[in-house]
Structure formats: C-alpha cells, structure tokens
T-cell receptor, first 108, second 114 residues
C-alpha cells in the first residue's frame, strides 16, 4: 500500500492560514488523496479529498502537486476548534490506511 | 441526526470473557468497518462489510469476529479477549464502498482487557 509522510506537529495562531503538507511519492494513478482529522476524544472526521485537481469545500482547500507526489491541506483561517490530528491518506481500495498524522496546535 | 453510535463507550473486562461492541448507523449506509487505534500505530482496519451478509478481513483481524445481519448494525465480537486487544475502537460507515465516499466515524469505545 502506498504510504504518506507528514510532519509530526505544526503550530499556528488563530485566524492565520495553515498549510499542512503531505508527501506521497509512491502514489499510483488511481489513488485518491483523502484528508481526515481527529479532534481530541472524538472519532476521525472527513475533511476533503481529491484526485488531480485542487479542491475546495466549506472546511478547507486541497492543493495537489502536478506530479501528485505531494499535496497540501489549507485551512484558510485557523480557529481553536481546528486543533486536531490531521491525516493524509491514499485511498484506492476498500479501506483507509491511516498514518500517524500531523498534530496541529492553534494558539489564541 | 445522522450518526454512528457505539456501545459501550468504555469497557473494562478480564482475559477470556467474551464481549460484543455494538455499532449502529442510521444513514442507510452499505459500507461499514471497524478500526482500532493504538499509540504510535495510528488507526488500523480490523474488518469491513460492503453490505448485509458480506464481510471481509482488514489488516488486523486476528482475535475478532463480526457479523452483518442487518444493514444498520455491525457488531464487533471478541470471543476470548486478551490484553493485547486493549485499545480504542472506532466503527465507521459510508454510503457505498469505494473512493468517493466519506466515512462517518462513531465516538469510539475504549476497551481495557486485564
């Protein structure tokens, strides 16, 4: 299974943009890039997904490199509620394979 | 409210005492799965089900059983729990199998096996 690499932790101040990187150099042509996040003491929550083109939704934006070997989740204005572990996942079968994710801290 | 529910939320048991963790979704989803989450290992899939009476092994199925007799329910059964099954368990569901569907996760069940 293709793997993803993310920084262990990142920090941001409230109301600033946050760019969470993910490397997936072994991605195949049919792998979708999914992002989930896990708030403290909760189950994971879907954030966004994409294949080749950049994607936007109410929660975030996903920027995918042209060669698809990396992607960036963009939170346009971080809030305290965005403090969570963010998982970048490659999905091409019937299962999600979670890595250890990036722990995002947001400071007031 | 659309949701995935799990019961119990917390359970402490002893080695060898059979237990069942229930999972139910009210969204008419076809696909359901179970994950366990352990420090440093992230979430790993135990079993999944693509529809009623259709189940398959995930990455770490040893020591677990599942059944899918109804669309809404997907219980996780530990016939003879052992301490290495102490973990945080999540049930998830999605509309269909596959690449396009977000998975909805339950709140988790924290299991301790003594």
């Amino acid at each position: 299974d293709a793997k993803t690499t993310q920084p262990n932790s990142m920090e941001s101040n409230e109301e600033e943009p946050v760019h969470l990187p993910c490397n997936h150099s072994t991605i195949s042509g049919t792998d979708y890039i999914h992002w989930y996040r896990q708030l403290p003491s909760q189950g994971p929550e879907y954030v966004i997904h994409g294949l080749t083109s950049n994607v936007n939704n109410r929660m975030a934006s996903l920027a995918i490199a042209e060669d698809r070997k990396s992607s960036t989740l963009i939170l346009h204005r971080a809030t305290l509620r965005d403090a969570a572990v963010y998982y970048c996942i490659l999905f091409n079968t019937d299962k999600l394979i979670f890595g250890t994710g990036t722990r995002l801290q947001v400071f007031p | 409210e659309a949701q995935v529910t799990q019961n119990p939320r917390y359970l402490i048991t002893v080695t060898g005492k059979k237990l069942t963790v229930t999972c139910s979704q009210n969204m008419n989803h076809e696909y359901m799965s179970w994950y366990r989450q352990d420090p440093g290992l992230g979430l790993r899939q135990i079993y999944y089900s693509m529809n009623v009476e259709v189940t398959d092994k995930g990455d770490v199925p040893e020591g677990y059983k599942v059944s899918r007799k109804e669309k809404r329910n997907f219980p996780l059964i530990l016939e003879s729990p052992s301490p290495n099954q102490t973990s945080l368990y999540f049930c998830a569901s999605s509309l269909f199998r596959g690449l396009y569907n977000e998975q909805f996760f339950g709140p988790g069940t924290r299991l301790t096996v003594l």
